[in-house]
């Protein structure tokens, strides 16, 4: 079984920055793929970036150049580094692994930005 566990998020006001953490235990292949997600009030849930354990990355083309993703592997952990952030970035943010064919999230960590 694997675990993850979200935090960083809170209130922030626009153009303000904040820094997810996500750790994740239990059985973690060598080969995977981390990443984020959102979902604001009354919409579905979006893809925000993805990176591999190769360290190779990815971006939904709004996140790019204010959201950057890293992981440290020893850790088993990712990494969400957002900037300049505006109020339509409020939404609850979750932590995700793909590993083989199974898919595992966290709980979600809110982050509420303030004009």
């Known amino acids: 079984q694997v675990q993850l566990v979200e935090s960083g998020g809170g209130l922030v006001q626009a153009g303000g920055s904040l820094r997810l953490s996500c750790v994740a235990s239990g059985s973690i292949f060598s080969i995977n793929v981390m990443g984020w997600y959102r979902q604001a009030p009354g919409k579905v849930r979006e893809r925000v970036a993805s990176i591999t354990s190769r360290g190779s990355s990815s971006y939904a083309d709004s996140m790019k150049g204010r959201f950057t993703i890293s992981t440290d592997i020893a850790k088993n952990a990712v990494y969400l580094q957002m900037n300049s952030l505006k109020p339509e970035d409020t939404a609850v943010y979750y932590c995700?692994?793909?590993?083989?064919?199974?898919?595992?999230w966290g709980q979600g960590t809110p982050v509420t930005v303030s004009s």
């Open positions: 995700n692994l793909r590993q083989a064919a199974d898919v595992y």
